[in-house]
């Protein structure tokens, strides 16, 4: 189905700035599909990875990416957002690693790893709906959409949170690196030739820095509402 005829939301923003889930309860309150289109080229950076493929290498970047072996899976309700597996192993964690970020925002920025990514995002809106969390969702993979949100938060604030998922999850990490790896990577997304972070002309800026996700969740629903998508 193409997007005209399934209601689209996007929520477009830096890492850090709660889209990811404030995606997956978007999604799970209104029984709506859900993108994680970061997901996919953090998948195709560890599958370069994993398989010795270098991050400038665009032509077998793009045959990866097009070829991803990858399932998305329904978490239990506290999962936010699903399990991911690549190639038959759970690469949930694995893929929120600093480093495979990075490597993900670099080769977002080559021009035929987005075309083969791009016919694939599309695919995922279906009815009921699609929920779509990305950088470029509202500009680029559903330009159409009728409800568009930039959520964006400061870049100290964005590292704290980060900062705090990480320890939960028992990795070590700096709070100072992840402050420079969060601006580098900002500078990466916005500055690149391909697609930059922006908002769209008709997207929503919402500042989370002082918000709680529920506030967030809470202003997106409304403007659905304003929008009579629900």
């Known amino acids: 189905m193409i997007e005209n005829s399934v209601p689209v939301v996007t929520i477009d923003g830096p890492g850090g700035s709660g889209k990811g889930t404030v995606c997956g309860l978007l999604a799970r309150e209104l029984g709506w599909h859900l993108l994680d289109s970061g997901a996919l080229y953090r998948l195709t950076a560890l599958a370069a990875i994993n398989h010795g493929v270098s991050l400038d290498d665009e032509a077998s970047l793009e045959v990866l990416a097009a070829h991803l072996d990858v399932q998305f899976v329904a978490g239990d309700g506290d999962q936010v957002p699903p399990g991911i597996i690549l190639e038959g192993e759970p690469v949930e964690k694995a893929i929120r690693q600093e480093e495979i970020g990075l490597g993900a925002s670099k080769i977002a920025a080559l021009p035929a790893v987005r075309s083969a990514l791009l016919s ?111």
Request: hydrophobic share 45%; aromatic share 4%; charged share 30%.
């Open 120 to 230: 694939r995002q599309q695919a995922f809106a279906e009815l009921p709906g699609l929920v779509a969390d990305g950088r470029d969702m509202g500009t680029v993979v559903f330009p159409n959409a009728p409800v568009k949100i930039f959520l964006t938060a400061s870049a100290e604030e964005r590292a704290k949170r980060r900062f705090i998922q990480l320890q939960e999850q028992g990795v070590d990490v700096s709070l100072d690196r992840l402050l420079e790896d969060i601006i580098r990577r900002d500078e990466q997304d916005a500055n690149r030739a391909v697609a930059p972070m922006i908002p769209a002309d008709d997207a929503i800026v919402l500042d989370s820095t002082k918000l709680t996700i529920q506030e967030v969740l809470a202003r997106v629903l409304e403007e659905m509402r304003k929008k009579a998508v629900i």
